[in-house]
């Protein structure tokens, strides 16, 4: 991710909020193609911190707050930390994993929440979606305009589920999120056992959210 700067991150923020089909109050639109599902998204993420920048960076419980408010809701955490433990989901007990998913996805959120402010819409070009909607499993793919104008391609991959589509994954110049977490996690799950490696992931977002 040679080029992945902040606005690339911010990007990266983006997508980790997808996968509803349209803003939290409304109902699922279930057969909404997955690509109107980024845009609708993305326009909900750009009209939440609308001319909230300045008192969102000072007050980070309203942060943290703001992008649980959208995330929650669009993004599949007991799929994407299963997709990430990979093997150790297997041997891991009912409450390894439900500890495992918070950790993830409170860390997810805590390293996105300072891009989520760089944010700008107007930097997203969203592909029409060419794929096979009928599958569990698609990717939307989208570029990011950097300040040297510079296009990354970014893309999501998206979960059907009964109530719609769920974000599980994005890749940054096809270098996938979940792949690169999963490698990192596996060779500290390996060398540290993995309750030690959720109560680092607990305790890191503990500390950042007592700031």
């Known amino acids: 991710m040679s080029r992945a700067n902040n606005s690339v991150t911010a990007v990266i923020c983006a997508s980790l909020l997808l996968a509803g089909v349209a803003i939290a109050e409304s109902p699922p639109v279930i057969d909404s193609s997955p690509s109107t599902v980024v845009e609708e998204?993305?326009?909900?993420?750009?009209?939440?911190?609308?001319?909230?920048?300045?008192?969102?960076?000072?007050d980070k419980a309203a942060?943290?707050?703001?992008?649980d408010e959208i995330l929650l809701p669009r993004f599949d955490r007991r799929y994407a930390a299963q997709l990430v433990l990979a093997r150790?989901?297997?041997?891991?007990?009912?409450?390894?994993?439900?500890?495992f998913i918070n950790a993830f996805y409170n860390n997810m959120m805590r390293?996105?929440?300072e891009a989520v402010l760089e944010f700008n819409i107007g930097r997203m070009d969203v592909f029409p979606f060419?794929?096979?909607?009928?599958?569990?499993?698609?990717?939307?793919k989208t570029t990011m305009r950097l300040d040297d104008g510079t296009k990354v391609p970014v893309n999501y991959g998206l979960v059907r589920r009964d109530t719609g589509w769920k974000m599980f994954d994005v890749e940054i110049e096809n270098i996938s999120y979940v792949r690169n977490f999963k490698a990192e996690l596996n060779t500290e799950i390996q060398v540290e056992g993995l309750d030690d490696v959720i109560a680092?992931?607990?305790?890191?977002?503990?500390?950042?959210?007592?700031?």
């Open 200 to 211: 680092r992931l607990e305790a890191k977002y503990n500390d950042s959210a007592a700031q």
């Open 111 to 113: 390293l996105y929440a």
């Open 63 to 67: 942060l943290y707050a703001l992008i």
């Open 41 to 58: 998204t993305a326009k909900l993420l750009d009209q939440s911190i609308e001319g909230r920048r300045d008192e969102l960076r000072q």
């Open 130 to 140: 060419r794929g096979d909607a009928t599958k569990k499993r698609v990717k939307v």
């Open 88 to 99: 150790h989901w297997r041997t891991a007990s009912e409450e390894q994993r439900d500890r």
